[in-house]
């Protein structure tokens, strides 16, 4: 029996290469058991290919896993009874109903939905009056809860979900929060991949992602307080004309879209009302006018960004030096 904290899975130099696109790229991160561990990133950045490999689904390049101390390529037979998995999509069988698809995936494991209904009975009773439907005329939200039961039914020690929440309502991914909420309550250590930056702040720890290589490791609340960087948000009439300006200021380091306003880093990391005012009198020289500038409050988001960039710069001097 795995205690709270103890390394449940530990993710080493694991690469994945298709065709001359690097998947993953020298990946390392440790699981702790009974956390709530995010793979944070855009489309691409590699999150599905380390999943699948960490499912068994595929053979990774280089490098190796061990979950539950057992190798994921080795021992694949032994892991995939002891994981819970819920891929991006919806994988159920449609024709099948609510009921159907639960007796089928509870009976590949040998077990029924009697046998384990208390592990599923918060989500699944959301859809039980619906039990005769079929799967493919079901919400999206409630696809989502038959299968994540589907994914939970023979009571596996590590559950994985691939961008569970993307294409589903705000309401949804809220209820859906509050699932994994209660599930980490219960000891089941969750791995969840997601693209929306606001769900980062709902995970224990976070592994940033971009372009198969790791950005930064850490609880959420402490990426942002690592964060040096000033950023300004900045805000005028003319946004696209902003934009474009923007990134010809000469201490211009990275401009981009947030909300309303556009958040702005420079290479002096300047922060102070003089070098507000030099800003603000390049732009009225641009002809902008109505010009708001403060210092924004740093998110996770920012943080990425600025990774991000970081990270592109680094990839587009190896590719020069080459």
Same mark, same amino acid.
């Given at each position: ?23 993953l790229n020298d ?59 819920m891929p991006g ?56 809860? %038959?299968?994540?039961?589907? $994914? !939970? /039914?023979?009571?596996?020690? *590590? =559950?994985?979900?691939?961008? &569970?929440?993307?294409? +589903? ?32 702040? %709902?995970?224990?720890?976070? $592994? !940033? /992602?971009?372009?198969?290589? *790791? =950005?930064?490791?850490?609880? &959420?609340?402490?990426? +942002? ?98």
């Open positions: 029996m795995n205690k709270k904290n103890d390394i449940i899975l530990k993710i080493e130099n694991i690469s994945k290469t298709f065709d001359k696109v690097i998947a990946v390392n991160i440790s699981i702790k058991s009974g956390e709530i561990f995010g793979l944070i990133g855009p489309d691409g950045a590699g999150k599905t290919t380390l999943f699948r490999i960490l499912t068994t689904l595929l053979l990774p390049d280089n490098g190796k896993a061990r979950m539950l101390g057992l190798d994921v390529v080795l021992d694949y037979k032994s892991i995939r009874k002891k994981i819970g998995y999509r919806f994988s159920l069988y449609q024709d099948l109903t609510v009921e159907e698809n639960l007796n089928f995936f509870a009976s590949v494991y040998g077990t029924t939905i009697d046998e384990n209904y208390d592990l599923i009975k918060d989500i699944y009773k959301q859809i039980e009056p619906f039990k005769n439907r079929r799967a493919g005329a079901l919400s999206g939200g409630m696809k989502q809860k %038959l299968a994540l039961s589907c $994914a !939970l /039914i023979h009571k596996p020690e *590590i =559950l994985f979900l691939d961008e &569970p929440t993307t294409g +589903v309502d705000a309401v949804s991914r809220k209820e859906f929060w509050e699932m994994l909420s209660k599930l980490k309550q219960n000891g089941l250590t969750i791995l969840v991949s997601t693209p929306y930056m606001d769900e980062a702040s %709902l995970c224990d720890r976070v $592994a !940033l /992602i971009y372009e198969g290589n *790791i =950005l930064e490791i850490e609880s &959420p609340q402490k990426i +942002v307080e690592n964060h040096k960087e000033n950023i300004l948000a900045i805000l005028a009439k003319k946004r696209y004309k902003l934009i474009k300006d923007l990134n010809e200021f000469y201490d211009v380091e990275t401009v981009f879209t947030f909300g309303e306003n556009l958040h702005f880093t420079s290479k002096s990391n300047k922060c102070d009302d003089k070098y507000f005012s030099e800003i603000r009198t390049f732009l009225e020289n641009r002809g902008h006018e109505e010009i708001f500038i403060s210092k924004a409050k740093i998110t996770i988001e920012d943080c990425f960004m600025s990774l991000m960039n970081k990270q592109s710069k680094k990839s587009d001097t190896l590719k020069s030096e080459q």
